[in-house]
């Protein structure tokens, strides 16, 4: 028993909150750009799965000013082995799985 068991009166045989299975999670994945804007994928993780193991994920973007297509979003996803991650998610790691800084743009991956 730790300390801090014996002042909240928490139960040590008390068994933790079960963990969501991963066809409960959502996979998100947020691009943060220089200035400042951010554009945010949630997919389940059945759909992220599917997607991730026939290399059928790809990211694009309609700029609202301009009309233009941002492709450094789909480009930071190209070099990721998103199967790797995959598999990670199905044997049960969660919160956050990547973050990477790449000439600016920051791109977090985790699950909720």
Request: charged letters at 25%; aromatic letters at 4%; glycine letters at 8%.
């Amino acid at each position: 028993m730790t300390i801090d068991q014996l002042l909240t009166g928490e139960d040590p045989a008390a068994p933790a909150a079960p963990a969501k299975k991963p066809e409960e999670l959502i996979v998100r994945m947020a691009f943060t750009e220089e200035d400042g804007s951010r554009i945010c994928c949630n997919l389940p993780f059945t759909v992220f799965r599917l997607t991730a193991l026939h290399g059928m994920l790809t990211i694009t973007y309609n700029s609202p000013e301009n009309g233009e297509i941002d492709m450094n979003a789909a480009a930071k996803l190209k070099g990721l082995d998103l199967r790797t991650i995959s598999q990670m998610i199905e044997s049960g790691v969660t919160g956050k799985l990547l973050e990477m800084d790449d000439d600016g743009t920051k791109l977090t991956i985790w699950t909720e």
